[in-house]
């Protein structure tokens, strides 16, 4: 008999995993529109197909719940970014991993998880007990993005005299910040890009590097 590849040894999620998965999809989907006090469980229940009392199976309590969302958004944003990162070419230029990571952090949070944009909403509103596991995640996202920003400036591809700790919060921030603000039909989430992007260049980035805005 052949052998079973890796793939194939995987087993798939039990019902009841996947049933886990369903609840903490449907949390981030009502905690990242609701926030925090606004986030009942029977809300949960009714997006995740499933009874309240059920939740109660695989969460002691609402905030429990709650604190694996964001956890998990914190945990997989940092994922997704590390991920594409890791992935470019070896020779790519400092500067434009700021680039890449700039547009991915956008794009993962903006457009393609609950989790991250249910974190970064609830970063401030969700109890201080709360807040120690996400934390830690974020605190692991936050070397990257320092690392991302010591090789630009070891490589002088930052502007002179530039406080390259308070450039790297600001940035962050202000990324975090358009969960809040941005209005896909006001603005195309690409336009959003573009502009964050810039202000990397032209802000923080050496003279001479406003070319690399387009790519």
Same mark, same amino acid.
């Given at each position: 008999?052949?052998q079973? +590849?890796a793939?194939?040894?995987?087993?798939?999620p039990?019902?009841?995993?996947?049933?886990?998965?369903?609840?903490?999809?449907?949390?981030?989907?009502?905690? +990242?529109?609701? $926030?925090?006090?606004?986030?009942?469980?029977?809300?949960?229940?009714? *997006?995740a197909?499933?009874?309240?009392?059920?939740?109660?199976?695989?969460?002691?309590?609402? #905030?429990?719940?709650?604190e694996?969302?964001? %956890?998990?958004?914190?945990?997989?944003?940092? &994922?997704? *970014?590390?991920?594409?990162?890791?992935?470019?070419?070896? #020779?790519?230029?400092?500067?434009?991993?700021? &680039?890449?990571?700039?547009?991915?952090?956008?794009?993962?949070?903006?457009?393609? +998880?609950?989790?991250?944009?249910?974190? *970064?909403?609830?970063?401030?509103? *969700?109890?201080?007990?709360?807040?120690?596991?996400?934390?830690e995640?974020?605190?692991?996202?936050?070397?990257? %993005?320092?690392?991302?920003? #010591?090789?630009?400036a070891?490589?002088g591809? &930052?502007r #002179?005299?530039?406080?390259?700790?308070?450039?790297? &919060?600001?940035?962050?921030?202000?990324?975090?910040w358009?969960?809040? %603000? %941005?209005?896909?039909?006001?603005?195309?989430?690409?336009?959003?890009?573009?502009?964050?992007?810039?202000?990397?260049?032209?802000?923080? $980035?050496?003279?001479?590097? $406003?070319?690399?805005?387009?790519?």
């Amino acid at each position: 008999m052949a052998q079973r +590849s890796a793939a194939q040894q995987v087993a798939a999620p039990s019902k009841s995993e996947r049933t886990r998965e369903r609840i903490l999809d449907a949390a981030a989907h009502v905690l +990242s529109r609701k $926030g925090y006090a606004g986030t009942r469980l029977s809300d949960v229940a009714e *997006v995740a197909e499933v009874q309240a009392p059920a939740i109660y199976y695989y969460f002691p309590s609402r #905030d429990d719940l709650i604190e694996e969302v964001m %956890w998990a958004g914190a945990h997989r944003v940092r &994922l997704h *970014v590390q991920s594409v990162l890791e992935a470019l070419p070896e #020779d790519t230029e400092p500067i434009d991993r700021i &680039l890449v990571a700039v547009e991915e952090h956008l794009r993962y949070e903006l457009s393609i +998880s609950d989790y991250t944009t249910a974190s *970064v909403r609830n970063a401030g509103q *969700v109890p201080e007990q709360l807040r120690t596991r996400p934390a830690e995640e974020e605190a692991a996202y936050s070397r990257i %993005w320092r690392d991302l920003f #010591d090789e630009a400036a070891r490589a002088g591809q &930052l502007r #002179d005299g530039l406080d390259v700790n308070v450039s790297r &919060l600001l940035l962050l921030g202000s990324m975090n910040w358009a969960a809040e %603000w %941005w209005n896909p039909r006001m603005r195309s989430l690409a336009d959003l890009v573009a502009a964050a992007r810039s202000l990397v260049l032209h802000g923080m $980035g050496a003279p001479g590097l $406003g070319e690399r805005a387009g790519r």
